[in-house]
């Protein structure tokens, strides 16, 4: 069987390198090589993939918000601001 | 009252004229987002109110002299974080250790732990002996599920602070790295580092959880 080309890369190398290659902040070349390495090894491919879910669903977290009595108490001081207009 | 446009800059101008409507666009525009960062930083959602509190207090205090050279997003997240850590100093939580603790790990901690790697010694050194698995074809049935957002909180919740910082402004709300970079003072490439030790770790939670379901 023939060796595949892994890029010059161990998985344990790209799994470092995976946040620059999403952000798009790797070298011209260091990202040819983790292309390379992607596109014969499965498992870094899930890896990746898994990565990207992880940050999709970050992105998908519900809203927080304070609570109606602290919003209240806000507007109160925001009154009391614009009396004591200059 | 006056009617306000929607842009920033309509309702800086506005609430600078002290206006009302343009004072309650801004507080339900941001006050969730600032809310999940106080929590960030505060053990009990009472206090986080509070920062969130004095955060809008700080805005009504300087708004006269807020001259756009920043966004306004990024100066009112910048006094948020201020207070926060002025506040946490304050009640003697040692907020400069816990960062630094945060930054000596970060150097040394893997994104996977190593013996999920082949030895030196293996014919294919350090690739994977353990290696991941697919979570699926249609993995946002099984990731948004109420569970799944509980245990990534969870996961989030349990980070050092400077990872909980940036990947909250990142990832949970959305934000551009160099606004990050502005708010928390912090460099590109710091940022990019805590976000990717973060961003594993959340990763890393979300496998253990559907591994030990499968």
Known sequence: MATPDLGGLTCKEVVELVTDYVEGVLPAEMRKRFDQHLSVCDPCAIYLDQMRQTVATLGKLPEDSISQPALDTLLHHFRGWSRERP | MSSVGDSEAELVA???????MAFVTLLQRYQGQLMRLALVYCRTRELAEEVVQDTWLGVLQGIERFEGRASFKTWLFQILVNRARTRAVREGRTLSFSSLAGEAEMESEPAVPADRFRTLDDPWPHNWAVPPHSWGDSPETTLLTAETMDLVQR????????????????????????????????????????????????????????????
């Not at chain 2, 506005?14 to 009302?20: F, I, N, P, V, Y």
């Not at chain 2, 912090?186 to 591994?211: C, D, G, P, Y």
């Open chain 2, 14 to 20: 506005a609430l600078k004229r002290r206006d009302e």
């Open chain 2, 155 to 214: 996961a989030i919740a349990q980070l050092p602070g400077p990872q909980q910082q940036v990947i909250t402004l990142r990832d949970v709300e959305g934000w551009p790295s160099e606004d990050v970079c502005n708010v928390l003072e912090i460099s590109e490439t710091n940022q990019r580092v805590l976000l990717h030790r973060a961003r594993s770790r959340v990763r890393a939670a979300l496998e253990a959880h559907f591994e030990e379901r499968n």
